[in-house]
Each structure stands twice: as structure tokens, then as C-alpha cells.
């Protein structure tokens, strides 16, 4: 068996801590169904949706992303 199957048959454990995202509304790598996905896993999930940014958020709004994780991590 590859490793690659060994991976695939891995059951996520749960995440209990926190987890927030910053998403970018004009992301085109990714769908925001993956955060439907990622929720299930996770007892506390929250999203908040940047208007006019793409996927690179660090390097488009880097103001606002140390602003929210200083926020989360307070």
C-alpha cells in the first residue's frame, strides 16, 4: 500500500481549539466550500470574508491580517 492510500483512509481527529480564517472573496484557488468541509471537523469555526481580496492575503492586506491575528490571539 502507498502512502498516498495510507493517507486517504486517515480519519481527521477533532480540532477543539479555536480555529478563524481570513478568506478572500476574490479567491479563485480555492472555493469557499472547503471551509464548509474544514468546519465539520473543528468545535469552535469562524470565517471572516476580506471584500476585494484575493488569495494571498498576507501579501495583499498585511495591516489587516497581523490586526486579526493579534485580535485572535489576545
Known amino acids: 500500500m502507498s ?3 495510507r493517507r486517504r483512509r486517515l480519519k481527521p ?3 477543539r481549539r479555536p ?3 481570513l478568506w478572500g472573496e476574490k479567491d479563485v484557488a ?3 466550500v472547503a ?8 468545535d469552535d ?3 471572516t470574508y476580506v471584500p476585494d481580496a484575493w488569495h494571498w492575503l498576507a501579501s ?3 495591516k ?3 490586526r486579526f491575528l493579534l485580535d485572535f490571539l489576545r
Open 3 to 5: 502512502a498516498w492510500d
Open 13 to 15: 481527529k477533532r480540532i
Open 19 to 21: 480555529v478563524r480564517v
Open 30 to 32: 480555492l472555493q469557499p
Open 35 to 42: 471551509n464548509n468541509i474544514a468546519a465539520r471537523w473543528c
Open 45 to 47: 469555526f469562524e470565517v
Open 60 to 62: 495583499e492586506r498585511p
Open 64 to 66: 489587516l491580517v497581523n
